[in-house]
């Protein structure tokens, strides 16, 4: 259920990007904008939030979430749109874009979906007294004494 939520969340999105720089700056349809959302949705969950996330860090999976989103984004909007002139710079600031809110993605990753699937459950803690015994020494007689 956790991954249906943080798929649910990277896909809005990823969309929003998509719709706001793609449907109303480059004039592409809501079916085009809905299909390379959920592709690149999809390739950039698996390779870079639970493959290179729990491997590599932050900083090293949100750097190849945005080589990923710009590739993926160019080549679907290259094989899916009529109008092909300024597709890699807009690629490139959606993917920009994607790769700013991908920083707080992964933080909500690391403690909410993939922390849960590596915790060990343990006993709840239960202090343990124990009683030391040694026998006294007597300062007086510099003597330890027995009882």
């Known amino acids: 259920m956790r991954h249906f939520k943080a798929l649910g969340i990277k896909f809005i999105v990823i969309s929003i990007v998509l719709l706001s720089l793609f449907g109303i700056f480059r004039g592409a349809s809501f079916g085009e904008i809905l299909l390379m959302s959920i592709l690149v949705t999809g390739l950039a969950y ?75 459950t343990r006993p709840q803690f239960r202090p343990s007294y124990q009683t030391e015994f040694a026998e006294e020494y007597d300062e007086e007689t510099k003597d330890l004494k027995k009882k």
């Open 46 to 120: 698996v390779v870079g939030d639970l493959f290179t996330l729990p491997r590599a860090g932050n900083t090293v999976a949100t750097i190849a979430d945005f080589g990923l989103s710009f590739f993926a984004i160019w080549i679907l909007s290259y094989m899916f749109m009529d109008n092909t002139s300024g597709l890699i710079t807009a690629s490139l600031v959606a993917a920009g874009v994607i790769a700013i809110s991908e920083v707080l993605f992964h933080a909500y990753m690391q403690n909410k979906v993939l922390n849960e699937e590596k915790q060990v």
